[in-house]
């Protein structure tokens, strides 16, 4: 696979991230290094983390949302998927062969960031990343404090490439402008969800970014295993174990009667083509030329059919019908 550039750093990453919030949330550490092993054989070595992603915070969230204190993650490590990711690359050595992006979840003001950006630093066992996303806009703090705190770890060498995840054009666009102006670093790299049903970052952010030469890195092109047909509307019990079922806020995105139908078109196209479901729908989002797609893996499989989506090559006949699915 040809590497892509992350942003204007000189840095390189590659075409598929192996998105790692599955790790301690729903496989244990021994199968998460098994995945991270498989990904890197087959050229999958852009990694993507967050403080967020672990059991312990999986199920933190669960109690705090919906009340609900049942176990239902492998562990209840906190932070998981940055510790086992930290583990595996001191026990491989293999820091340099991978491009690592992690985000701050819990706020975006100076003093977080400084904060969190070294718990991150001392949990993946490096001394840098190579980029550092705002994992969701932060209301509460002017996007002018995040930038300066940003750039001064960029400036001691703790980040290499400054993202953002969740944001819209508009967004994007205030944040150059300041930087700017103020001779700050300019973001490099930015998140958002793409997929059949999520589409209004095309329009505006996507563009933008092509035109500024911000990497994309697109998350959820399943709908977080809406998209492999195992969830039905009205169904009363969602699958043990599943995506929805241990962060149940994803059935607030897509349970609809609209994103429903778009299922039933995509499993009779695969009936149609012989094409599995999640085939199809991962080798659309990546038809986009101007994203990189994080593909979440809980075993070989699901890594063997990023990989497999990524080669296809969507005819743009089938792509465009299933573009019109989308369509309002």
């Known amino acids: 696979m040809k590497l892509r550039p ?3 750093t000189g840095r390189m990453m590659s075409p598929i ?13 021994e199968t998460s290094w098994k995945v991270l092993d498989y990904a890197v054989e087959k050229g999958i070595t852009f990694l993507d983390t967050a403080e967020s992603y672990g059991g312990g915070n999986s199920q933190q969230y669960r109690i705090k949302e919906y009340g609900v204190e049942d176990r239902r993650e492998v562990t209840l490590e906190m932070n998981s998927s940055e510790n086992i990711i930290g583990r595996w690359m001191e026990a491989r050595g293999c820091r340099n062969e991978v491009t690592v992006c992690t985000k701050v979840s819990t706020g975006a003001s100076p003093e977080n960031i400084h904060k969190a950006l070294a718990a991150s630093l001392e949990r993946l066992r490096t001394d840098s990343v190579d980029a550092y996303k705002i994992h969701s806009p932060d209301p509460n703090v002017p996007i002018e404090e995040t930038l300066d705190a940003l750039n001064q770890e ?17 967004m994007m666009r205030e944040s150059l402008e300041i930087s700017r102006k103020r001779g700050y670093r300019c973001f490099e790299i930015t ?7 999520i589409r209004e970052y095309e329009r505006h952010l996507f563009p933008l970014c092509s035109r500024e030469q911000i990497a994309v890195t697109t998350y959820s092109p399943l709908g977080a295993g809406f998209f492999a047909g195992k969830y039905t509307a009205g169904m009363e019990k969602l699958p043990s174990g599943t995506r929805f ?20 078109k995509l499993r009779a196209k695969s009936e149609e083509t012989g094409i599995p479901m999640v085939r199809l729908a991962m080798a659309w989002a990546m038809s986009n030329p ?8 809980r075993k ?7 990989v497999e989506s990524f080669r296809m090559n969507l005819d743009p006949e089938l792509k465009a019908e299933m573009s019109s699915w989308g369509e309002v």
């Open 154 to 170: 960029a400036d001691a060498g703790r980040i290499v490439a400054l993202g953002c995840s969740n944001f819209t054009a508009d």
């Open 290 to 297: 101007d994203v990189t797609v994080l593909a979440g893996a």
């Open 300 to 306: 070989y499989d699901h890594i063997d059919n990023a």
């Open 245 to 264: 079922d241990i962060v149940p806020g994803h059935g607030d995105i897509y349970f609809h009667d609209r994103f429903f139908k778009i299922v039933e």
């Open 191 to 197: 998140q958002p969800p793409y997929n059949l049903a």
């Open 17 to 29: 991230g192996l998105g790692c919030a599955t790790f301690g949330r729903e496989i244990d550490e």
């Open 6 to 8: 992350l942003g204007k």
